[in-house]
Every structure is written in C-alpha cells, then in structure tokens.
C-alpha cells in the first residue's frame, strides 16, 4: 500500500481494506529499513503515531472520519510539535522541545492524521541541497550519490522513496518546488499568507510559505483543504475564503492560455531539461491550450535581490536565538556578550551564520539604502512584471530547476552556485505568487519538474492544470527502483 | 563590494557571533562574492519605483484590547535548564 495516493488510503481505510494502525505500521517499517541510507527524518515518532493511529480508527469506525482521518504524514522539522522535539535542522535547536503545535500541525491534528515523524531539512531552511543540515545530508532516492534538493529535502526525499504518502514543506526562495523538481514530486508553494506561519519557525517573514509534497495533485488539493486558511495567531495571515480546491481539477484546458517567459529558457537552462519542459508544454497544447510569449525582464535580478532581503530579515528572526530562554547556551561564558556571541558562534553552521552577517551587513548604518531599499525596489520591478504578464496569460510555465539533481558536495565551498539552483523559483516569493513543480520527464535517469505559477489566490487553477497533465501522463507514478 | 578582515570582525560584532581567527578569510571570501552577486542590482535605475516591503497590500489588524493570552510561564520555562524562581538565569552584568 506504499505505493498509494492518499485518495486511494482514504478510499482504503473507509471500506476497510486496512486499519490506519496498519497502514501507520506499514510505513513506519518502510522508515526502519530505508531511512538509514536516506536520512530523510531527524525524529521518528513511533508511538505518538501509533496513537494517534488508533484514535483515527476509532473515529473511522464511528462514521465520523474526514478525508484524512488516519493518513500517515511526514512533517518539515520547521513546524512546532507540541512535546516532540523541533530541530529546524540546527545544533542551536537540538535540545528544543516545543511547548505548542504550530497551526498548520493543528489543523493536520483536528483532520485526525497521523505524523510519523519530522523530516530533515537545510539548518533553518537556509540552502538548495540539504547539505547544511546539523543532522547531516539527506540522499535523492533516484541516485543516492546525489542531493534530493533543499531546504525541504528529506520531505521529497521521504516521500520519494513512499517512506510517507505526502509531506509538508515550506519554501522561501524555492524550498519545495526544487526538490520537489529533484526528486521527481509534485510540489505546491501557495500565496503568501494562504497558510499560517505561526509556529513555523521564521526564516524570511514576507516570503515564507507553508505547502505539500505529494505524488499527485489530487493529493495537493486535499492537503491544502486542510492547511489553508485565516489565522489571527498569524499577522500576515489573509483573510480570504478557502475553496475546496478538489472543485475544479477536472475542468478541460481548452483555451488555457499559458504564458513562457523567454528569461526562464535562456543560457544557464541544461539543454536535456529544457527540451523536457518543451515537451510537456505541447502536451497542453494537444490539450487545447494557447502558448503565448511572455517577458519578465527583472528576471535576472530576483537572485539578487532575494540574496538581501531573505538574509536582512533573518538576520532580524534568528536575533531571538540567543541562549537565554531556549536552545543551544555555551558551557561556562565569562559575560552575557560572550554567552549571546558564542552560543551563536558555535549553534548556527556556517551558511546560517553567512547569511545573517550579510543580513546585519545590509541593514547596517551606511548601507541600508544601497543595498535593502534598493533590494525592495527591484522587488517591486519583479513583481511588476508578474502583474503584467497576468494581464495576458492564465499562468506562466518554465523549468522548476535549471538542472537535474547534482552530486552532492559539488556546490558546497561556493554559496553563489548554490543560490543559482533557485534562478527560476525566487521570483515566484518575492512577488508572494503561488507557484508548483510537477514531474514531466527524466534526463538520464533523473526526475525533471514543470513549474506552473498563477496569479494571487489561484492555487485552484494551478491544480486543475497539474491533474489534467496527470491524467494524459505517468511522470509522476514513477518510483525509484531501490525502494519499490 | 570586497569585506577585509576587519569588515567581517565588525559585522561578526554586529550579528553577536563569535568567528573562530582561522575561520575569518573564508568568511571575508565568501560574503564579497555574495555582495558581488547582489550588486548586479545597481545596474538599473530605480529612482522612481516605490520599495515593496510585503506581497500583498498589508496593514496592521487591529483587535480589541482585551486579554487573549494565559499565563503560561511555567510550561514555556519548563523547556530551559536555566531558570530560577520563574527567572531566567544569565552571567551578571553588574558588578
């Protein structure tokens, strides 16, 4: 039953065909056997689970189940977890035990799921290979010698290899759509302020956003069902009515019209995976879709541009780590400077400590015009862009990811390489656009992600654009064979 | 934008995060390269475009003044190995 969507679990646990116990059970001796290779969980909660799984049944057996009631899922270890460890993937956090859930485990909790454990991930989501993880890398389960992509990499991972039938992640900068890309997942970042950051530890508050790993974009859509919605705790939380987002996968594309900026098919593209992308693009236009030329000239600067705004803002969060109230406290400091200094100094890895000394860098006195207002004026260029090229195409499409998934250590000693494995999935968080990765293909033996991006508020669209492709390709049922 | 040594120690200060001596170069290379990056900005004109803080049009939500929060010093305290008669223990700052 590994090999299921959640439709078919729910399905499968409403007629019986196995308990939730059984099916939590099945996964978690998947974990067992697989994951010492992977790596893809920090924490295994087996008896929460378990418990959890027997109250599932207890409430599928009275009629009072919802659709997923009793469905195993791996959480991003970003996500307070009320009483279960919460590491954000850092040495700062190894010893931190939420004293709340965040809303999004909440409302997974009242859905009557299941969290099997918490997935590993770049040290507060601050990388593209989830090689800065304290907890160590994380392999793609299609070649273990490569990176399943970052910063929710052992979510894609997890789920790749159906150690778990769909993950939550999150993404700032491209943190689901490139692993989702990688390892061969559809992957939904929504609108920003679709989902509640509350209890999501802050990485960069006006680009962070909570979304799913799953195989199908059925999945997606129950998920976001679920996840999706108002939050007071949340002060950028929108308050906006939530569709059932299962309403329109199965309207017809004809006459879509699908917008392919020419910066997303430049130099820089593999050549293998643009003719990939190519191709599924005519995939809709047989589907009765317009293929329309677009232009997003500020493309090139959203890199850029994220490099000093991602960074000034958690320079500002991760100020909170401090060693006093929680986390990571130096033995034996000599003064409170030397106990904040060194309890960073020795807390954060190395690209966590980069990112927030470019971020008090640009902030500093001298430098703020130059760097972040300028930085949040380019912004406001991106995202221009975006809302004209809205004005003519019902989405835009391009590559999630320049390349397919790369060897892991290969970009490790130069942080610029690594932030160019996110050249097409900045822009999409800078402008807080919804936007998704969907498998279309292999380039030798390695998954290639379509990525779709709408307009505000249009997750619906994109979903119903993913499940058509679905329906008339098999990309995304296929499975590494090491783990079938 | 090239940082020097002292550049890093003082942004290092600035940040509150102690840097090993040796591990001051590496620091000073790889941020020069990430400014180098993030100075391709400086190629456009942006005079007249207003600075975007937040995606979406934000302003601050207002609620009643009421109480909506418990006191809950002893759960959230309950996580710390620090902590004395409700207080937080850190070294002393006065002498």
Known sequence: ?484 | MSLDKNDVEKIAHLARIAIVEEDVPGYAESLSSILKLVEQMNAVDTDNVTPMAHPHAAFQRLREDVVTEENQREHFQKISSNVEKGLYLVPKVLD
């Open chain 1, 1 to 484: 039953m590994h090999n299921y969507t959640i439709a078919e679990l729910t399905q499968g646990l409403k007629k019986g065909d196995f308990s939730s116990e059984e099916l939590t059970k099945s996964f978690l001796q998947r974990i067992k056997k697989y994951d010492p290779e992977l790596n893809s969980f920090i924490t295994v909660s087996e008896d929460h689970a378990l418990a959890q799984a027997r109250t599932a049944d207890e409430l599928i057996a009275k009629g009072n189940g919802s659709i997923l009631t009793g469905i195993p899922f791996a959480q991003k270890d970003i996500f307070c977890t009320n009483g279960i460890k919460t590491t954000c993937g850092s040495k700062m956090l190894d010893n931190f035990i939420a004293p709340y859930d965040a809303t999004v485990i909440h409302n997974f909790n009242q859905a009557g799921s299941v969290m099997l454990g918490k997935t590993n991930m770049d040290e507060f989501a601050m990388g593209s290979s989830n090689e800065t993880s304290f907890y160590g890398g994380v392999k793609n389960p299609w070649d273990i010698l490569t990176v399943p992509g970052g910063s929710s990499g052992g979510s894609a991972a997890a789920v790749a290899a159906r150690l778990a039938p769909a993950a939550t992640g999150t993404d700032t900068g491209g943190s689901i759509r490139q692993p989702a890309a990688l390892c061969g997942l559809t992957g939904v970042k929504p609108t920003y302020g679709r989902v509640s950051r509350y209890g999501m530890i802050a990485f960069a508050s006006s680009l962070d956003q909570a979304g799913t790993f799953t195989q199908t974009a059925e999945d997606s859509a129950l998920m976001l069902n679920v996840m999706s919605g108002f939050d007071e705790k949340d002060s950028t939380s929108v308050d906006k009515e939530v569709p059932d987002y299962t309403a329109n996968l199965n309207q017809d594309l004809k006459g879509l019209k699908i917008g392919l900026p020419k910066e997303y098919f430049g130099e820089g593209l593999n050549a293998d995976v643009a003719k990939i992308v190519e191709e599924a693009i005519a995939e809709y236009k047989k589907m009765g879709a317009e293929i329309i030329d677009i232009s997003l000239p500020n493309s090139h600067l959203s890199v850029p541009a994220y490099y000093v705004i991602a960074p000034a803002e958690c320079s500002s969060n991760l100020s909170r780590f401090d060693g006093v109230r929680f986390g990571y406290r130096c033995e034996d400091p000599k003064d409170l400077e030397d106990m904040y200094k060194r309890s960073r100094g020795e807390g954060f890895g190395e690209e966590v400590k980069r990112r927030i000394m470019i971020g008090a860098y640009v902030l500093s006195a001298g430098y703020y015009d130059a760097y972040y207002l300028k930085a949040q004026k380019i912004r406001h260029l991106i995202s221009d862009d975006f809302k004209a090229a809205f004005e003519k195409v019902d989405v835009i499409m391009g590559p999630t990811s320049p390349e397919v998934a790369f060897k892991a250590g290969e970009k490790t000693d130069d942080p610029v390489s690594m932030y160019l494995s996110d050249i097409y999935t900045i822009a999409t968080n800078l402008a807080g656009l919804p936007g998704m990765s969907v498998p279309c293909g292999f380039s030798n033996k390695m998954p290639v992600g379509l990525q779709i991006i709408g307009n505000y508020f249009d997750e619906s669209r994109l979903l119903n654009v993913a499940h058509q492709y679905q329906q008339t390709t098999d990309w995304h049922q296929q499975m590494p064979e090491a783990f079938k």
